[in-house]
Every structure is written in structure tokens, then in C-alpha cells.
């Protein structure tokens, strides 16, 4: 069996390695909100298979069990790389029209089509070793978890498409182990032909990139340079000599002396930064009539600190004011390595330049452990549209726009310190600015402030961003100054915006945009938050969808069409529900229904319909629920989504391999507290994390990297230990009495998986992510309920035959 564990080993380990690699690049070729679809793709190929299993198990007897296996798997190998350059070739248009559904539902198919022989190999592993089920679970999950280690460290060292092509390679060594025990020496070769050749198809394209991704958000695109790591695609562009720079927000007061030299650069296809030819202060003098930096008026040799340095215009406008010292937080390490190393001539070496200190991290994580305090705090058009590795960040989870991050961000102004966050305005409805007026006169209302209005003020540009940076509209900057303005603040902040062209909406002392004035002095009542057309409530930790502000409701009044900010948003939710519908459809075309139909040739016993099935439905909502709001709530503990799909997938997966692999040293001679007590357990560490996991994390916030994963540990190795345990359990029991059925069971655990990949998302957005943990905990409370019954069937059975 040592083989049949390892095959399984590496066939699960490249499985979950693709489903995560393929958000990377669903991520880039199509829009944000689309990354985790390949979550659902991966559940419904498994799913699929397992229906297969089931529908034609006459094609797998046990006396060719392993040589099944090794076809499958070597058919898993090839598949990888098939779907891949087809999903290349073909421009993929994920939008909620006719031809928008039609394509995504051949690419679902498509992409799929790997998952299907990986779920055959993994649920014959599962149905057809009885007494090994535990520890083939234990690989199966183990596998799992390692292939998410190893996302990373392969990312990091390669595009992902080679990584894809990578994945290959660990299938056709599945296949190798499987095919050894097999005896079929033909298949044997074909196993070992198929690792050396794709092996082969990976060095020459880690080398040459022959196949890469070309279409990017639905338009061909080959820049001058690119480069991967975990969670994006930097992609760098010609030099230009421009006389109108890149800008959020160019006064009209500004007129070039001379053509202005930068590089593009854009992160998964959408959003951009852009590095600055720096030939002395001259070549840079245009970063004084950007909005974006109003606040470098108001504070002269400051101290400052820049939320997402990228490309470097915010460190270069710290130094063209002459402030005295500027730290720079940049999430993302490739832009900082393009920047300052391999474009560092071009840029002016920023990292070497006095008073200058960049950091590679999370901006929020990184202040929070820092002592000092700034006289500047700056967000410049901030925004995280780019999906995470983790793929179910869909809708631009931001921890920079919540109350919780905007305390932090307060705590490290010094008495008089201003933070200054930018986004663009829209004349219609300027929703982003009214929800950051919303957010920053929440959090000073929290602070003790009895009149927010004074520490606030809101300027916007009169250009629209079409002359300068090719958007629609203008963009205003917020500034919320931890004192009141004083008046020789206001009167400066008056100057200079007559001077620069640009319009004050909010002015403490003087013209106050009346939306905005009924938004400062209302923020944090709810019954005013669900008065407003769009939601403007100060986002939370627990839901920190910052841009995403329809109600549910909302979603079926076309009305909300009008308000511009929200179209993009709109059209990601329209995808996420018909994603959501197109799951349950699938689901119900390709396995409840064919499985349905099989009932005639093999009669569903009634226990099984009305005890396994509600079962293995149950844990197949639950583990997925329960994983995904782990996934997006430590994203911002952790304060950067590499360490967050790494920690969770990996340790989950792990101690629940490690739990499957106990429940084997039970499962031969089941107790009922073999049942009761492991649930208990479960439903009570679930219970105490809904509660309680929040309030001890913000208490270790200002814990280092490693001290913070520690105490994610704490939490989820207990939690994935006990979440392995019901379902080797439930296959045990269930197997004594419907053997023949046990391909349906792991059908619809897939099912639901492959639903709740999608639903999690759509609870979380609609009401947070503690809502998704209560439902999750609510499917566990009704597992445990199932599989005491099916306990009970199993035990009155054994008794009736005398074991």
C-alpha cells in the first residue's frame, strides 16, 4: 500500500497546487471577482469524478483497481497542460451577457477537466480500501497541504503558467507509484514518457516562455518585462517621454517645461503605478500640483509615511517638499526589486536617498508594530483589485479602509498629524469620498471628538482623469487631521487650492457640501446608513468591502446602474450570483442528476437518503465555510495573503490529515464517544473562535510576523484536527451498510463543496466574515446530529449480526 499512499500523496498535492495557481491567472487574464472561480472549478472536477466512480463501476474492478488509478492519473498529467493552453489561446470575456455565460461555462468544462481524473484517483482511494480509509484520507489531505506549501516557493522562482506545467510533472510521478503496483509494464512506460517529456515542457518554458499569458483582461498584451511571485504578475511597459504625467489628479495650473520620462507599471493587468525618470528636482516639480499630496502644504519638515510606495512618485513627492524623513510600505517585494534594483538608474535609486526607508510589507501590519509617530499618513488611490492567491478574495477585501485600520493609522499621527487618503470622485455620486468621510467621522467620534467636522476636510480636482491618467472622472483627497484644522491651516489649505485650481467640497470654516455635511455629522447611526441610496457605513474588520456599497436589495433595482462608481462593482456581483447559479445548475446537470437516474439500477436505501447523504452534505458545507472565513479573516491579522493561504491551507489540511489518521486507530471498533466527544470538541473550538478569535487578535496585532502565526496555529491546528475526523468517520459507517452507494456520498460532499465555495463569498460580502463562521458551525451542529444516526444504524447492525 506504500505506493498507493504516495500516488495518492502527489495526485492531491498537484490537485490543490493547480486550483491555487489557476486563481493567478484567472486573476490576471480576467477581471478581480473572477479569481475564485477556480475553487469552484476544482470542487466540480472532483465531484465529477467521483461521480463517474459511481455511474460506471464496472470499469473499475477491483482486480485493475491500480492500473485504473495510474491511467487516471497520468490522464490528470496531461490534461493539466492541455486545458492550460487552451485556456491561453482563447480570450476569455467573464461579463453577465449571453456570450459572457456561454464562455464562462465552456471554460468551467474545460478547466475542469484535470479535477475530474484527479477526483476518480481520489475517490477510489477512498471508497474501495474499507479499512484504510483513515490513513488514505490522511495522504489524500496531507498532499493537499503540501502542495499549498509549495505554491509559494514555486511562484516566487517562476511564471505561473511553468508552474501549471509543473504541476504535470507531480501528476505523471502519481501515476508512476500507481502504475508499479499496477503490472501493466506498457502503462508503466507510458507513465515514465509522459514525466520526461513534460519535465522537458517545463525547463523550455522557464527558459523561453513560448506559452505565457497573453490576453490580459480580455486584450492581447505582451509588455517589455514581467515577473511573478505569489500573488501578482508585474508587468513593466515601454519608456515614454510624456509632457501630460501620470496622474490621480493634475491641476490645470500646471504647464510642462519639458517632456517628462516614466515607465508603466501595472500589477495583474489593472492596477497601475508608474516609475518616474528622476534627472533632479526639475524633472519632478510636477508632483506639486497633484492633488494626491494637498497635505505636504499644510505640514513643512515632516515626517512621513506612504501607504503602498509602488512605483515611487509618493517618495519622490516627500522630497520634492523637502520633508525630513518618509517611510515607504510597498506590499508587494517585485515592484520594490524593480524599482530600486533592476530599473534603480532610471528611478534615481529611491532606497539610497537620505531620510528615505522603504519596506517590504503590508502597510497596516507594518505600522501597527512600529513606535514612531508621523506628522503625514498618505494613501494614494489605494485599492486591492488584483485577487489573492487565496482566490476567494473576491471583491477587494482592504483592511486599509476599515474603522479598526483607521485607528491604528490615528494611534501613529503625532497631535497634530494629518492622514490623507485619495480616490477618485464621482460628480454624480461621490460615494468613495463619502464613505471616507463616513469612516474617518466614525473613527474620530470613537476617539472621544465631539465635532468630527473640524478635523475634516475634502478637496477635490476640476480636471476629469480622461486628460491625464485615461479615467472618467476626477479624484478628490480627504484629510482628517488628528486636532482641528487651525485657521492658518484652513487659510493655506484656501491658498493654495485657488492657486492649484482645485475645488474644496468639505471646508471646516467655510463651504460645506451639504451630502457630505449630513454624512460627517451622521456617521455610525444605522438608521441614517440605511436611509442613503448606497451603503456608506464605515466598514469593519469583520466585512471590509470598502468599495462594494449595494445592499443586497440593491442588487435587483436597476436603478443603482446610475451611480458609475458601482458598475464595476455591480458587475462582479452579477458574476459572483450567476457563478453561484451556474454551480448549483452544474452540480445538478452533472451529478445529482445522472446519480438520480442511476437509483433504478441500484435502489437508494432510505436510511441513505435521509441519514448519509444530509451527512456528508453537512461537512461539505461546513469545511469550506469554516476554511474561506479563516482565509479572508487572517488576511488582515496576518497582513499579507501569502502568510494567510499559506498558514490556513497548509495547517488546516495538515492537522486534518492528522485527524483523519486517529480516527483510523478507532474506526475498526467504534465507541459512541468516538462520535460525540470529537464533535463536541469541534462545534465548541468553532463556537469560541466565532466569538472570541476576534478580540484576541486585534490583542496580538502588534506582535511580530512569527508571534502572530503562532497564535493563528493556536487556533487552527485544533480546528483542522477535529474537522478531519467526521469524514473517515462517516465513510466507515456508512460503508458497512450502502458500500455499494459510497461513490454518491462523496458526490455530494463535493457538491456542496463546490457551492459553498461560491456561498461563502456571497455571506461574507452580505453580512461579514463572523456570519460565515456561524454558518459553517451551523452545518457542523447538524453533522454531528447525522452522524450519531448513522452511527446508530452501524451499530444496530453489527449488533443484528453478532459482531
Same mark, same amino acid.
Given at each position: 500500500?506504500?505506493?498507493?499512499?504516495?500516488?495518492?500523496?502527489?495526485?492531491?498535492?498537484?490537485?490543490?497546487? *493547480?486550483?491555487?495557481?489557476?486563481?493567478?491567472?484567472?486573476?490576471?487574464?480576467?477581471?478581480?471577482?473572477?479569481?475564485?472561480?477556480?475553487?469552484?472549478?476544482?470542487?466540480?472536477?472532483?465531484?465529477?469524478?467521483?461521480?463517474?466512480?459511481?455511474?460506471?463501476?464496472?470499469?473499475?474492478?477491483?482486480?485493475?483497481?491500480?492500473?485504473?488509478?495510474?491511467?487516471?492519473?497520468?490522464?490528470?498529467?496531461?490534461a !493539466?497542460?492541455?486545458?492550460?493552453?487552451?485556456?491561453?489561446?482563447?480570450?476569455?470575456?467573464?461579463?453577465?451577457?449571453?456570450?459572457?455565460?456561454?464562455?464562462?461555462?465552456?471554460?468551467?468544462?474545460?478547466?475542469?477537466? #484535470?479535477?475530474?481524473?484527479?477526483?476518480?484517483?481520489?475517490?477510489?482511494?477512498?471508497?474501495?480500501?474499507?479499512?484504510?480509509?483513515?490513513?488514505?484520507?490522511?495522504?489524500?489531505?496531507?498532499?493537499?497541504?503540501?502542495?499549498?506549501?509549495?505554491?509559494? #516557493?514555486?511562484?516566487?522562482?517562476?511564471?505561473?503558467?511553468?508552474?501549471?506545467?509543473?504541476?504535470?510533472?507531480?501528476?505523471?510521478?502519481?501515476?508512476?507509484?500507481?502504475?508499479?503496483?499496477?503490472?501493466?509494464?506498457?502503462?508503466?512506460?507510458?507513465?515514465?514518457a509522459?514525466?520526461?517529456?513534460?519535465?522537458?515542457?517545463v525547463?523550455?518554458?522557464?527558459?523561453?516562455?513560448?506559452?505565457? !499569458?497573453?490576453?490580459?483582461?480580455?486584450?492581447?498584451?505582451?509588455?517589455?518585462?514581467?515577473s511573478?511571485?505569489? $500573488?501578482?504578475?508585474?508587468?513593466?511597459?515601454?519608456?515614454?517621454?510624456?509632457?501630460?504625467?501620470?496622474?490621480?489628479?493634475?491641476?490645470?495650473?500646471?504647464? #510642462?517645461?519639458?517632456?517628462?520620462?516614466?515607465?508603466?507599471?501595472?500589477?495583474?493587468?489593472?492596477?497601475?503605478?508608474?516609475?518616474?525618470?528622476?534627472?533632479?528636482?526639475?524633472?519632478?516639480?510636477?508632483?506639486?500640483?497633484?492633488?494626491?499630496?494637498?497635505?505636504?502644504?499644510?505640514? /513643512?519638515?515632516?515626517?512621513?509615511?506612504?501607504?503602498?510606495?509602488?512605483?515611487?512618485?509618493?517618495?519622490?513627492?516627500?522630497?520634492?517638499?523637502?520633508?525630513?524623513?518618509?517611510?515607504?510600505?510597498?506590499?508587494?517585494?517585485?515592484?520594490?526589486?524593480?524599482?530600486?534594483?533592476?530599473?534603480?538608474?532610471?528611478?534615481?535609486?529611491?532606497?539610497?536617498?537620505?531620510?528615505?526607508?522603504?519596506?517590504?510589507?503590508?502597510?497596516?501590519s507594518?505600522?501597527?508594530?512600529?513606535?514612531? /509617530?508621523?506628522?503625514?499618513?498618505?494613501?494614494?488611490?489605494?485599492?486591492?483589485?488584483?485577487?489573492?492567491?487565496?482566490?476567494?478574495f473576491?471583491?477587494?477585501?482592504?483592511?486599509?479602509?476599515?474603522?479598526?485600520?483607521?485607528?491604528?493609522?490615528? %494611534?501613529?499621527?503625532?497631535?497634530?498629524?494629518?492622514?490623507?487618503?485619495?480616490?477618485?470622485?464621482?460628480?454624480?455620486?461621490?460615494?468613495?469620498?463619502?464613505?471616507?468621510?463616513?469612516l474617518?467621522?466614525?473613527?474620530?467620534?470613537?476617539?472621544?471628538?465631539?465635532? #468630527?467636522?473640524?478635523?475634516?476636510?475634502?478637496?477635490?480636482?476640476?480636471?476629469?482623469?480622461?486628460?491625464?491618467?485615461?479615467?472618467?472622472?476626477?479624484?478628490?483627497?480627504?484629510?482628517?487631521?488628528?486636532?482641528?484644522?487651525?485657521?492658518?491651516? *484652513?487659510?493655506?489649505?484656501?491658498?493654495?487650492?485657488?492657486?492649484?485650481?482645485?475645488?474644496?467640497?468639505?471646508?471646516?470654516?467655510?463651504?460645506?457640501?451639504?451630502?457630505?455635511?449630513?454624512?460627517?455629522?451622521?456617521?455610525?447611526?444605522?438608521g441614517?446608513?440605511?436611509?442613503?441610496?448606497? %451603503?456608506?457605513?464605515?466598514?469593519?474588520?469583520?466585512?471590509?468591502?470598502?468599495?462594494?456599497?449595494?445592499?443586497?436589495?440593491?442588487?435587483?433595482?436597476?436603478?443603482?446602474?446610475?451611480?458609475?462608481?458601482? /458598475?464595476?462593482?455591480?458587475?462582479?456581483?452579477?458574476?459572483?450570483y450567476?457563478?453561484?447559479?451556474?454551480?448549483?445548475?452544474?452540480?445538478?446537470?452533472?451529478?445529482?442528476g445522472?446519480?438520480?437516474?442511476?437509483?433504478?439500477?441500484?435502489?437508494?436505501?432510505?436510511?441513505?437518503?435521509?441519514?448519509?447523504?444530509?451527512?456528508?452534505?453537512?461537512?461539505?458545507?461546513?469545511?469550506?465555510?469554516?476554511?474561506?472565513?479563516?482565509?479572508?479573516?487572517?488576511?488582515?491579522?496576518?497582513?499579507?495573503?501569502?502568510?494567510?493561504?499559506?498558514?490556513?491551507? $497548509?495547517?488546516?489540511?495538515?492537522?486534518?490529515?492528522?485527524?483523519?489518521?486517529?480516527?483510523?486507530?478507532?474506526?475498526?471498533r467504534?465507541?459512541?464517544?468516538?462520535?460525540?466527544?470529537?464533535?463536541?470538541?469541534?462545534?465548541?473550538?468553532?463556537?469560541?473562535?466565532?466569538?472570541?478569535q476576534?478580540?484576541?487578535?486585534?490583542?496580538?496585532? /502588534?506582535?511580530?510576523?512569527?508571534?502572530?502565526?503562532?497564535?493563528?496555529?493556536?487556533?487552527?491546528?485544533?480546528?483542522?484536527?477535529?474537522?478531519?475526523i467526521?469524514?473517515?468517520?462517516?465513510?466507515?459507517?456508512?460503508?458497512?451498510?450502502?458500500?455499494?452507494?459510497?461513490?454518491?456520498?462523496?458526490? !455530494?460532499?463535493?457538491?456542496?463543496?463546490?457551492v459553498?465555495?461560491?456561498?461563502?463569498?456571497?455571506?461574507?460580502?452580505?453580512?461579514?466574515?463572523?456570519?460565515?463562521?456561524?454558518?459553517?458551525l451551523? $452545518?457542523y451542529?447538524?453533522?454531528?446530529?447525522?452522524?450519531?444516526?448513522?452511527?446508530?444504524?452501524?451499530?444496530?447492525?453489527?449488533?443484528?449480526?453478532?459482531?
Open positions: 500500500m506504500r505506493n498507493t499512499y504516495a500516488g495518492l500523496f502527489f495526485v492531491s498535492f498537484a490537485a490543490l497546487m *493547480l486550483e491555487i495557481l489557476l486563481t493567478r491567472v484567472f486573476s490576471v487574464a480576467t477581471w478581480y471577482y473572477f479569481a475564485f472561480f477556480a475553487v469552484s472549478v476544482g470542487m466540480f472536477g472532483f465531484t465529477v469524478g467521483a461521480r463517474i466512480v459511481y455511474q460506471f463501476n464496472h470499469y473499475f474492478p477491483d482486480e485493475k483497481l491500480h492500473e485504473r488509478l495510474a491511467a487516471f492519473a497520468l490522464l490528470f498529467a496531461i !493539466v497542460d492541455i486545458s492550460l493552453l487552451l485556456f491561453l489561446s482563447i480570450p476569455f470575456h467573464p461579463r453577465p451577457t449571453g456570450v459572457g455565460i456561454f464562455s464562462t461555462m465552456v471554460v468551467f468544462l474545460a478547466i475542469s477537466s #484535470p479535477f475530474v481524473c484527479a477526483g476518480i484517483v481520489v475517490c477510489l482511494c477512498l471508497t474501495r480500501f474499507p479499512k484504510k480509509i483513515g490513513l488514505l484520507y490522511a495522504a489524500d489531505l496531507m498532499g493537499a497541504a503540501a502542495g499549498a506549501f509549495m505554491v509559494f #516557493p514555486v511562484l516566487n522562482a517562476m511564471d505561473a503558467p511553468t508552474a501549471i506545467f509543473l504541476v504535470g510533472v507531480v501528476g505523471a510521478l502519481g501515476a508512476l507509484l500507481f502504475s508499479s503496483r499496477s503490472g501493466n509494464a506498457r502503462l508503466y512506460k507510458w507513465s515514465a509522459t514525466f520526461f517529456l513534460l519535465t522537458f515542457l525547463i523550455i518554458n522557464f527558459l523561453f516562455q513560448p506559452f505565457a !499569458v497573453e490576453w490580459v483582461k480580455m486584450k492581447y498584451n505582451r509588455p517589455e518585462d514581467e511573478w511571485n505569489a $500573488f501578482s504578475r508585474i508587468a513593466v511597459y515601454p519608456f515614454k517621454w510624456v509632457k501630460e504625467p501620470y496622474s490621480w489628479g493634475l491641476s490645470t495650473a500646471f504647464e #510642462p517645461k519639458k517632456p517628462i520620462g516614466e515607465r508603466m507599471i501595472d500589477i495583474d493587468g489593472v492596477s497601475e503605478t508608474v516609475m518616474t525618470l528622476y534627472n533632479g528636482p526639475e524633472s519632478v516639480e510636477h508632483l506639486k500640483y497633484d492633488i494626491t499630496f494637498i497635505a505636504h502644504y499644510l505640514r /513643512k519638515d515632516a515626517k512621513v509615511f506612504v501607504i503602498g510606495a509602488g512605483g515611487g512618485r509618493d517618495i519622490l513627492a516627500s522630497k520634492v517638499f523637502n520633508q525630513k524623513e518618509v517611510v515607504g510600505a510597498e506590499i508587494n517585494d517585485r515592484i520594490l526589486e524593480m524599482v530600486n534594483l533592476k530599473y534603480g538608474d532610471f528611478t534615481g535609486h529611491l532606497d539610497k536617498w537620505p531620510g528615505v526607508r522603504l519596506v517590504s510589507d503590508e502597510a497596516r507594518a505600522i501597527t508594530r512600529m513606535d514612531e /509617530k508621523f506628522d503625514i499618513i498618505q494613501a494614494s488611490c489605494i485599492a486591492t483589485w488584483s485577487a489573492t492567491t487565496a482566490g476567494a473576491s471583491l477587494a477585501e482592504n483592511g486599509l479602509y476599515t474603522v479598526e485600520g483607521w485607528k491604528i493609522f490615528f %494611534d501613529h499621527l503625532t497631535p497634530d498629524g494629518i492622514l490623507s487618503f485619495n480616490r477618485w470622485y464621482s460628480t454624480d455620486y461621490p460615494a468613495q469620498l463619502l464613505r471616507l468621510a463616513s474617518a467621522s466614525y473613527v474620530l467620534k470613537r476617539e472621544g471628538v465631539k465635532d #468630527p467636522s473640524s478635523h475634516i476636510a475634502i478637496v477635490r480636482s476640476e480636471t476629469t482623469g480622461d486628460r491625464f491618467t485615461g479615467y472618467s472622472a476626477p479624484s478628490a483627497t480627504i484629510l482628517v487631521s488628528k486636532s482641528p484644522f487651525p485657521d492658518s491651516d *484652513l487659510s493655506k489649505l484656501r491658498r493654495v487650492t485657488g492657486e492649484l485650481k482645485f475645488k474644496l467640497v468639505f471646508d471646516p470654516a467655510g463651504f460645506r457640501d451639504p451630502i457630505f455635511e449630513k454624512v460627517i455629522n451622521n456617521a455610525g447611526d444605522e441614517f446608513h440605511n436611509s442613503t441610496e448606497l %451603503d456608506i457605513s464605515p466598514p469593519t474588520d469583520d466585512r471590509p468591502f470598502f468599495f462594494y456599497m449595494l445592499r443586497f436589495k440593491d442588487l435587483f433595482q436597476g436603478k443603482y446602474l446610475k451611480f458609475r462608481e458601482q /458598475k464595476f462593482t455591480l458587475e462582479g456581483i452579477a458574476m459572483l450567476i457563478l453561484l447559479g451556474l454551480s448549483i445548475a452544474l452540480c445538478v446537470i452533472f451529478i445529482v445522472p446519480l438520480y437516474v442511476m437509483r433504478k439500477r441500484a435502489p437508494l436505501p432510505k436510511n441513505m437518503g435521509l441519514v448519509g447523504l444530509p451527512f456528508f452534505a453537512s461537512i461539505g458545507f461546513g469545511y469550506i465555510l469554516i476554511e474561506m472565513s479563516q482565509l479572508q479573516r487572517l488576511i488582515i491579522f496576518l497582513g499579507h495573503p501569502i502568510y494567510s493561504i499559506t498558514v490556513v491551507l $497548509f495547517s488546516m489540511l495538515l492537522a486534518s490529515g492528522a485527524g483523519a489518521m486517529a480516527s483510523n486507530l478507532w474506526i475498526k467504534p465507541r459512541p464517544s468516538h462520535v460525540l466527544i470529537p464533535m463536541a470538541i469541534l462545534i465548541g473550538l468553532i463556537t469560541f473562535m466565532v466569538y472570541i476576534p478580540s484576541i487578535f486585534n490583542s496580538f496585532e /502588534k506582535t511580530g510576523i512569527a508571534g502572530r502565526v503562532g497564535i493563528s496555529l493556536l487556533f487552527l491546528l485544533p480546528l483542522g484536527f477535529f474537522m478531519g467526521p469524514f473517515p468517520l462517516g465513510m466507515e459507517f456508512a460503508m458497512a451498510r450502502f458500500k455499494e452507494h459510497t461513490p454518491w456520498f462523496w458526490a !455530494v460532499n463535493g457538491a456542496t463543496s463546490v459553498s465555495s461560491v456561498l461563502s463569498v456571497c455571506i461574507s460580502i452580505a453580512w461579514g466574515f463572523t456570519a460565515t463562521m456561524k454558518a459553517g451551523l $452545518f451542529i447538524l453533522a454531528a446530529v447525522f452522524l450519531w444516526l448513522l452511527y446508530s444504524i452501524f451499530h444496530q447492525d453489527k449488533g443484528q449480526t453478532g459482531a
